[in-house]
């Protein structure tokens, strides 16, 4: 049967017969079509979508960030993303079955994508338990995080932590993570952390405790409910006053011409579309044999970058509110009342525009002595201590949710939003990492799927508890910059160069034909042979470029700092930087580990088979 014989080492076999069930006959299917594209729209659309997209449209101007953004789709994404749909789907295993059948020398990529999924994992899923955290406790009011709560000695005072710097930041730095200003200092392990991180483990557990068949009816919720929250804060959004102008600031352009954008944009690509962790090849080997991979592959990716686009006018028409709300705002309008004489709460926020533009035209020396703050939303956004990602959720968002009404029903939609959308992209995450397991038969016939998944969900567990110490933070933050970033870039650039050299782009179109009925168009393979790999080596050598200048460093939350509440800037110890440059490579090293470990074998084989032939000839010569 098609791909069940071991290839010789350096042939492949992934052309060696008919279209046939390489995972073996009783390999689980989907039950749907409609599974499978959600599962794989689960994987693809995450946290990121709704952090990290509309961060990086803020930081360079949403027009500037877009038109990069749907370059780096069109000639690297979606390539990228049919390849992987269509290995998996031809050859039904996972990451690791699927390069060693390719070609055994590049059998380090899938053990690779194996690790990488494992980090991210790790740090993922404790993202997930912040999430949780905040979920619990929006279901009361007021929200724990709507003010500052009194000095230890309850003195009638406020905490001092909390009055300089605001009450968001508090609960999130001091309340929740409990930090430390020092990544060297670990602290101790934070009981309710640790409680909520067992918990979404057991909910992660409990959904992929059977692969795809119990995936496949959770994804239904995990994939769907997210959309139904985006629509219910976008329409939300659109009705508070600043919506327009939070949407006007997304999308103005600014800074196209700064070479960074192109390479975020790039880089955010891999992390968009979930490529070369091995989760989409996982999902693809359960489809059947002459699916429409092409389709699947172009509907998956558009569908991910709208919803990217979705969140972004969501979560920046809510943000453009509380722009107007700001407290600066109110300092202003205070400013201009007793200047003026005005009566009290004659300025509205409405009407302070106008009435500063007339009082600049009539009085302008008046005006200037007060010295005024700049209220705008970038102002609001760049000042906000976390940066994109954690930041955005835990702190601008989670305050721009305290001046809505029915706060607490807000924060109960956003955070169970969030939670399933990191939900469904564990889902993705744990069959990076179950299925080639599997596939390569590890484990003997006697221990059940279910076993093999609670170890495994048990082991990330155990190696994610360094997340719940006062220190956990920066560590997450160690892992998310540098664990996966370079990898799947060198996997990406790897997969690319192996189906369309390794294997040749000639027969691996023949088998495009034997899946969907038609060969690739030309867009398809001068992408897959010129452009994709070109792009991926640029995009290699720049990011290379960027962790070498960069220094490594990081932002503490440290009370005794001069500049407190901004965060202060630090130079990793050296003990951390080395755990960053190992976490750089360290995934990346599979590859030729396993390569070289092709070579010997090969060339043992040699030896064995020259002294085979050698043997008789000897055995004769001394007969005679």
Request: glycine letters at 8%; proline letters at 5%; one cysteine or more.
């Amino acid at each position: 049967v098609w791909a069940r014989v071991r290839p010789h080492p350096g042939k492949s076999e992934f052309h060696s017969g008919p279209l046939g069930d390489g995972g073996g006959s009783e390999r689980p299917k989907w039950d749907n079509k409609l599974q499978y594209l959600l599962s794989c729209i689960g994987f693809a659309v995450g946290l990121g979508n709704i952090w990290r997209f509309p961060y990086l449209c803020q930081t360079y101007g949403g027009g500037a960030f877009l038109i990069p953004y749907l370059i780096a789709l069109v000639f690297e994404g979606i390539p990228l993303f049919y390849v992987e749909l269509a290995i998996g789907q031809r050859l039904r295993r996972g990451s690791i079955g699927v390069w060693t059948a390719i070609s055994p020398y590049l059998g380090g990529v899938g053990l690779g994508c194996v690790t990488v999924s494992f980090l991210v994992s790790l740090y993922y899923n404790t993202v997930l338990t912040w999430v949780l955290w905040y979920f619990l406790n929006s279901f009361q009011s007021p929200l724990p995080w709507s003010s500052c709560p009194l000095d230890v000695n309850r003195t009638g005072r406020f905490e001092a932590e909390c009055q300089a710097s605001s009450t968001v930041s508090y609960f999130w730095y001091r309340q929740t993570l409990n930090i430390t200003a020092d990544i060297s200092d670990s602290g101790s392990i934070q009981g309710r952390l640790l409680a909520c991180l067992a918990a979404s483990w057991a909910v992660v557990y409990l959904c992929v405790i059977r692969g795809i068949e119990s995936t496949g009816k959770a994804i239904y919720f995990t994939a769907l409910f997210p959309y139904l929250v985006l629509t219910i804060f976008l329409i939300r959004g659109l009705t508070l006053p600043g919506a327009v102008e939070g949407l006007i600031y997304l999308f103005t352009p600014d800074i196209l011409q700064n070479p960074r954008v192109w390479l975020d944009a790039a880089t955010q690509i891999f992390f968009s579309l979930s490529l070369a962790f091995g989760g989409h090849i996982a999902f693809a080997s359960y489809n059947p044999p002459r699916n429409n991979c092409e389709k699947d592959a172009v509907t998956i990716a558009l569908v991910n970058s709208m919803t990217s686009l979705y969140a972004s006018i969501a979560v920046f028409s809510v943000l453009g509110f509380k722009a107007r709300a700001l407290a600066c705002l109110c300092r202003n309008i205070l400013h201009l009342i007793n200047a003026f004489d005005f009566p009290d709460q004659s300025i509205s926020r409405d009407d302070y525009a106008a009435v500063l533009t007339h009082l600049n035209a009539s009085q302008p020396e008046r005006v200037a002595r007060l010295h005024l703050e700049a209220c705008h939303l970038e102002d609001f956004l760049d000042k906000v201590p976390g940066g994109p990602g954690t930041g955005l959720a835990f702190i601008i968002f989670t305050e721009a949710i305290l001046h809505m009404p029915g706060a607490p029903g807000w924060a109960v939609l956003f955070f169970g939003m969030l939670f399933t959308l990191g939900l469904s992209s564990m889902f993705g995450n744990m069959e990076s990492i179950i299925t080639p397991l599997l596939d390569m038969g590890l484990t003997h016939r006697s221990i059940p799927k279910e076993v093999l998944t609670g170890l495994a969900c048990l082991l990330c567990f155990l190696s994610a508890i360094c997340f719940t110490l006062q220190s956990g933070n920066y560590w997450l933050e160690v892992f998310d910059n540098y664990a996966a970033p370079l990898n799947l870039i060198i996997f990406a650039f790897l997969e690319v160069i192996g189906v369309a050299y390794v294997y040749g782009l000639q027969r691996f179109s023949d088998d495009i034909v034997c899946m969907t009925g038609r060969r690739p168009s030309l867009y398809w393979r001068v992408t897959w042979k010129v452009v994709s790999p070109l792009l991926l080596l640029t995009i290699f050598v720049a990011y290379i470029a960027v962790l070498v200048w960069t220094p490594l460093s990081y932002r503490a939350w440290n009370t005794q700092y001069a500049r407190f509440p901004s965060r202060q800037e630090k130079s990793y110890p050296g003990w951390v930087q080395a755990t960053c440059v190992l976490l750089c490579f360290l995934p990346a090293l599979w590859v030729p580990g396993v390569a070289l470990v092709q070579l010997l074998a090969k060339h043992r084989r040699k030896q064995k088979d020259t002294w085979q032939d050698r043997r008789p000839k000897l055995q004769d010569g001394g007969a005679s």
